[in-house]
């Protein structure tokens, strides 16, 4: 299956509105930190599955 990396941030930011239980009333920052630290674990993903 694959899954663009947009869509991967997006699902990581709603699961932590999930966890959050705030039913969407996410702050600004927080949906940036959120959006930051998705990516970055994307990344980290990435570059290890480069090299298997």
């Known amino acids: 299956m694959l899954i663009r990396k947009s869509d ?3 699902l990581a930011v709603m699961k932590l ?3 959050e239980g705030v039913g969407g ?15 970055q674990s994307i990344d980290r993903t990435l570059e290890q599955l480069r090299h298997l």
């Open 8 to 10: 991967a941030v997006a």
């Open 17 to 19: 509105a999930e966890r």
């Open 25 to 39: 009333a996410l702050s600004l920052q927080t949906l940036r930190d959120a959006h930051v630290a998705a990516v």
